[in-house]
Nanobody
Framework: QVQLVESGGGLVQPGGSLRLSCAASGFTFNTYWMYWVRQAPGSGLDWVSAINTGGDSTSYADSVKGRFTISRDNAKNTLYLQMNNLKSGDTAVYHC???????????????WGQGIQVTVSS
């Protein structure tokens, strides 16, 4: 049974930091591209970041470039998202997702976590 379980979300003030984790099981983690996708209230899916199977190639949405860092630990089957200098516009439910190949179209991803809330507010 495939599972992606996010953790590390919460409430943070503008300018603060959070680190999200995504624990994967039930599939061969190191053969899948991994992604972070977010969804704000009343909005559609917003692609945030991607990382390749080996962890040596990453990409970011322009809105988070320079502030967020995606990484993975294949030995621990875990994906991470370090979020710094958070802004109110980053408030959303953050999902990790997996796909065999690369795509920046979230609706093509095969596996999804249930999501975790990140709220940036003073």
């Amino acid at each position: 049974q495939v599972q992606l379980v996010e953790s590390g979300g919460g409430l943070v003030q503008p300018g603060g930091s959070l680190r999200l984790s995504c624990a994967a099981s039930g599939f061969t983690f190191n053969t899948y591209w991994m992604y972070w996708v977010r969804q704000a209230p009343g909005s559609g899916l917003d692609w945030v970041s991607a990382i390749n199977t080996g962890g040596d190639s990453t990409s970011y949405a322009d809105s988070v470039k320079g502030r967020f860092t995606i990484s993975r630990d294949n030995a621990k089957n875990t994906l991470y998202l370090q979020m710094n200098n958070l802004k109110s516009g980053d408030t959303a439910v953050y999902h990790c997702a997996a796909s065999k190949g690369y795509s920046d179209y979230p609706y093509e991803y095969e596996y999804w976590g249930q999501g975790i809330q990140v709220t940036v507010s003073s």
